[in-house]
């Protein structure tokens, strides 16, 4: 019988299958457990099957995002993300060609394995700040990527707690 997946699990199957430089951001993983458990990974055995399954288009999703778009300069996309109350943030991922901290990572591993029924759960518990996929992520060859053309609506999203 395997054991119910802790908050304290989602860091280390995180931190097992992506870069160090991706961990960035301090979290207790509440927000995650939650979700994870509303979708019924809750064995640590299945999230490591989760993320084993879309590591690589996460990854691949993390470092599109911070290439140079047609309107807008790395620095200009990082800078307006996340801010200019987190400049350190901005700065530290350009530094390290990185966009996307382990938390978020666990989001884009979320939207391609539930699709509209995990950003349908998302809307109803948290409140989102939308942001329209960078257009390198576009042109990517995969099923989300052609589904988040500007006019399809579809983006990725960071997460605020209400």
Same mark, same amino acid.
């Given at each position: 019988m395997s054991t119910k997946l802790r908050k304290d699990d989602i860091y280390t199957i995180l931190k097992r299958h992506f870069p160090a430089k991706n961990d960035f951001v301090e979290t207790d993983y509440e927000v995650e457990h939650k979700y994870l458990q509303?979708?019924? @990974?809750?064995?640590? &055995? *299945? !999230? /490591? $099957? !989760?993320?084993?399954? +879309?590591?690589? %288009? *996460?990854? &691949?999703?993390? /470092? $599109?995002? !911070?290439?140079?778009? /047609? %309107? /807008?300069?790395? &620095?200009? !996309? $990082? +800078?307006?993300?996340?801010?200019? +109350?987190?400049? $350190?943030?901005?700065?530290?991922? @350009? *530094? #390290? #060609?990185c966009y996307y901290s382990l938390p978020d990572l666990l989001m884009v591993v979320m939207d391609v394995e539930f699709e509209e029924k995990y950003l349908a759960y998302m809307d109803e518990h948290y409140y989102f700040e939308r942001h329209c996929l960078h257009s390198a992520v576009q042109a990517m060859n995969t099923p989300l990527a052609q589904e988040c053309s500007p006019s399809s609506g579809r983006v990725f999203v960071l997460l605020y707690v209400r």
């Open positions: 509303h979708f019924g @990974i809750d064995t640590p &055995e *299945a !999230l /490591e $099957a !989760l993320v084993v399954k +879309h590591k690589d %288009y *996460a990854r &691949e999703v993390d /470092e $599109a995002m !911070l290439q140079p778009g /047609e %309107y /807008e300069t790395v &620095e200009q !996309l $990082a +800078h307006r993300d996340f801010g200019e +109350h987190t400049k $350190a943030v901005s700065d530290y991922c @350009i *530094a #390290n #060609n």
